[in-house]
């Protein structure tokens, strides 16, 4: 719920002002204006996504991921239905009140059996649904959404269409946006996002990103440093830069505002506060992982990836001192779209 519809209507941002926050020496008026926002707009609960990562399988081949196609190194996996629909019992007996689904492009787990699991899990959990598994057809994601998914997670990584394509070969930005557009008329509560740091990515490119999020009106951003795997062909690229990152999350909430921004697992691998950081800074939603333990290590999008050895017992209690630490409060609700107020 709003707490201050004021708060939701601000001034809009320039693009040579968004280049020059990212560019600032010191980012503490961005944070401060930042959570201030967020306080105004999402209150002090925090809500908690159960991931649920149920394949590693990827058609694409992009250049920063570990899970890309010719990475055979990797010890691929894929969860059965019933293995995905107990993680998401085990999810609900932990709490929370939304999983995520996630996968790479996997081809081996089809939309009808993606549909039959959505719908176990709706009819065995009530939980808010959530899929993250990359492109498909008009007609597959309207399937998904008639049998029980309520969001979904695509990032279009960089608005910049020439490092896009090269980033991602055989894939093309006007597709992912169309995708997104898609989601949006079938009635999916959406969110995008991007990577920061990518290499050869310019201020300009980010604040082209943030434009974009505005434009599209997003009810979740997610995003994260980029980090190199020793098994692409950027692994010898640097990473993306922490305080560059924070700076673009505070700019994700002073810009899109009443959106959903997760303090993402990659900013806590790249610095033991990196997640706590971002809730400072305008982030109000958490993704403990509930994947089951032998298969996490090898969800490997990139490397020292923090929550592997866990179990999802651990990463509730985990998520949950963080939250309480910070003084913020867990969430009761679904923690459905700020732009739709469904909230149950
Ligand atoms: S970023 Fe997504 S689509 Fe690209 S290789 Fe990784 S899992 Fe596959």
Known sequence: MLKNQHAVKGMRWSKQELV????????????????LLREAVCGDEVHRRGLIEFSNYCARNCHYCGLRRDN?????????????VESAQNAKKLGYRTVVLQSGEDGGFTTDALC???????????L???LSVGEKTKNEF???????????????ETSNRGLYERLRPGASLDTRLENLKVLRELGYQVGSGCMIGLPGQTLEDLADDLLLMEKMDLDMVGVGPFIPHPETPLKNSPRGDLKL??????????VTRNTHIPA?????????????MALERGANVLMPNVTPEKYRKFYEIYPNKICITEKPSDCAGCVGSMIHSLGRKIAKGYGHSLKQRREA
Do not use: W
């Open 264 to 276: 993402t697992t990659a900013l806590g691998s790249i610095h033991p506060f990196g997640r706590q």
């Open 20 to 35: 020059e926050a990212l560019a600032a020496e010191n980012g503490r008026d961005i944070f401060k204006k930042a959570d």
């Open 142 to 156: 309207r399937r998904l959404k008639s049998t029980g998914s309520d969001r979904y997670l695509m990032r279009f």
């Open 116 to 126: 039959r699991t959505v719908e176990k899990i709706k009819q065995k959990t009530n």
């Open 245 to 254: 990152t924070l700076k673009f999350v505070a700019l994700v909430r002073l």
């Open 72 to 84: 055979s190194k990797l010890t691929r996996y894929r969860m059965s239905e019933d293995e995905i």
């Open 128 to 130: 808010a649904i959530t």
